[in-house]
């Protein structure tokens, strides 16, 4: 007879609609129709390390499909630098020997950029890893979508729509940030979504002086307020350079000295970005003449009931990791791929990053219809 498979299940990286649907949906297809048993350890990585787990059976998973967040918990620690009792140490060998002490036969990770590279890390280590790509920034490569991203978009554009009655009433310029610190997916699809008049995101260094311009020219044709969808990592031209050039010169690094003076170079420039959309606000309001006004939608973009679109999807993957596992498939990422999904080996996902190419049908499209991108 053969041996029952069981498998682990952990959240990692900040918390992100869908995620108790994936788990619903890894969870439910490898009971019901594989007859597996399932772990789920609590906060991420750390909850392989301290043996902190519970017993997924059907009651637990009963009732999650519309919750927000995650009912494991999640954490950022890295498998291989984690802080325990005051020390950061490498606790992969750890993880390695819980897995076997727990019978485990595989250990799925649901995570973003970040989960990936530490699913990599201890998929190298000798464990069989599976990945299902989750965030609400739609950065993770080689998928079509990642689950989050739908839900983050629905309420990024619901608040455009709503900041657009304030705006044409008060006659003001209102800045709305959304996030995204590398790349900006969701400011482009909500920007574009919600009529922004301004999208600025990552990959395109703006001139405040053009988004100045274009501000006055809707306001010559009697458009008297505009909107500005800014993702949290957009950045001047003159910002852009800066950022290029520490990065180089960190690259560029041979000696432990030159290392440590780029990190802190890049650190000094991180400090510097931080309260951006205020600045950026307050020199369209002096460039302009109109008065501005910030709003930064924050965690609110996060949380919440999954939309439908992203409980399809989470349950689609889960779905899909189940069938992988019963099948022996193991370090890879369970991508979505059409109607369908594909595993993709971790090594090509883990450190890349999906940013929005310059060219991209929605930089086009934004283009089209008259948005200025601040460039």
């Not at 950061?88 to 990936?116: F, H, P, W």
Request: proline share 3%.
């Amino acid at each position: 007879m053969a041996k029952t498979k069981r498998i682990g299940i952990l959240t990692a990286g900040g918390d992100s609609p869908g995620l108790n649907a994936a788990i619903r949906g890894v969870g439910k297809t490898a009971l019901g129709y594989y007859g597996m048993e399932i772990l789920g350890f609590r906060d991420g990585f750390r909850g392989i390390v301290e043996d902190r787990r519970l017993k997924l059976d059907k009651s637990k998973l009963a009732g999650i499909l519309t919750i927000g967040g995650t009912i494991l918990g999640t954490s950022r620690d890295k498998p291989h630098r984690m802080l325990i009792d005051g020390r950061t140490r490498d606790m992969t060998s750890v993880i390695v020997e819980n897995y076997g002490k727990l019978g485990l036969d595989a250990l799925v990770c649901l995570g973003g950029g970040g989960t990936q590279k530490n699913a990599l890390h201890l998929a190298n280590a000798g464990l069989n890893v599976i990945t299902l790509p989750k965030t609400i920034d739609n950065d993770v490569v080689l998928t079509d979508a990642t689950f989050g991203f739908a839900t983050a978009l629905d309420i990024a554009t619901e608040a455009i729509d709503r900041l657009h009655s304030t705006a044409h009433s008060h006659h003001r310029i209102i800045v709305a940030e959304i996030m995204g610190h590398r790349a900006g997916w969701l400011t482009l699809g909500a920007g574009i979504a919600g009529g922004a008049d301004v999208i600025l995101i990552p990959e395109i260094p703006y001139d405040v002086a053009k988004i100045a311009d274009a501000i006055r020219r809707r306001s010559r044709h009697s458009a008297n307020f505009s909107i500005v969808a800014v993702a949290e990592g957009a950045m001047s031209i003159d910002d852009a350079r800066a950022f290029k050039a520490a990065e180089g010169k960190r690259e560029r690094a041979r000696t432990l000295h030159d290392k440590k003076e780029a990190k802190v170079e890049l650190a000094a420039l991180e400090s510097r970005h931080t309260g951006n959309t205020m600045r950026l606000a307050r020199q369209l309001e002096e460039l302009t003449h109109l008065e501005s006004r910030v709003t930064i939608l924050g965690y609110v973009q996060r949380g919440g009931t999954p939309s439908p679109a992203d409980r399809l999807l989470a349950t689609r993957l889960g779905g899909a990791c189940a069938d992988l596992i019963h099948e022996n498939v193991s370090g890879v990422m369970v991508a979505a791929r059409g109607d369908g999904t594909e595993p993709v080996p971790l090594e090509k996902v883990a450190g890349k990053r999906k940013t929005v190419p310059p060219d991209h049908s929605w930089v086009e499209t934004a283009r089209r219809v008259g948005t200025c991108l601040g460039d």
